[in-house]
């Protein structure tokens, strides 16, 4: 059984930092180009970050870059995003996403970042 599961999500002041992990079982994750996405209430699912399989190139939106760093650690089958200089409108559901081609494709259930004083 395939599963994404998030955490490290809370309550941050602006300005602060917070580092999420996603844990996957049931499938290969060195195989998979890891992802992260956002949700904020009343808006569209964003990307975030993405990290590729083999040479872990990563990639970020131009709204993110160099706030955010995303990493992987294949033995322990683990994606990373840590994020840093908070800012209240990051204030979202932050997902995990996993992808291999066009067909296999998963979905952690999320975890909540709150940007706040």
């Known amino acids: 059984q395939v599963q994404l599961v998030e955490s490290g999500g809370g309550l941050v002041q602006p300005g602060g930092s917070l580092r999420l992990s996603c844990v996957a079982s049931?499938?290969?994750?060195?195989?998979?180009?890891m992802s992260w996405y956002r949700q904020a209430p009343g808006k569209e699912r964003e990307w975030v970050a993405s990290?590729?399989?083999?040479?872990?190139?990563?990639y970020y939106p131009d709204s993110i870059q160099g706030r955010f760093t995303i990493s992987r650690e294949s033995a322990e089958n683990t994606v990373y995003l840590h994020m840093d200089s908070l800012k209240p409108e990051d204030t979202a559901v932050y997902y995990c996403?996993?992808?291999?081609?066009?067909?296999?494709?998963?979905w952690g259930q999320g975890t909540q970042v709150t940007v706040s004083s």
């Open positions: 996403y996993a992808a291999r081609g066009l067909l296999s494709r998963y």
């Open positions: 049931g499938f290969t994750f060195s195989d998979y180009a």
């Open positions: 990290i590729s399989s083999g040479d872990d190139n990563t």
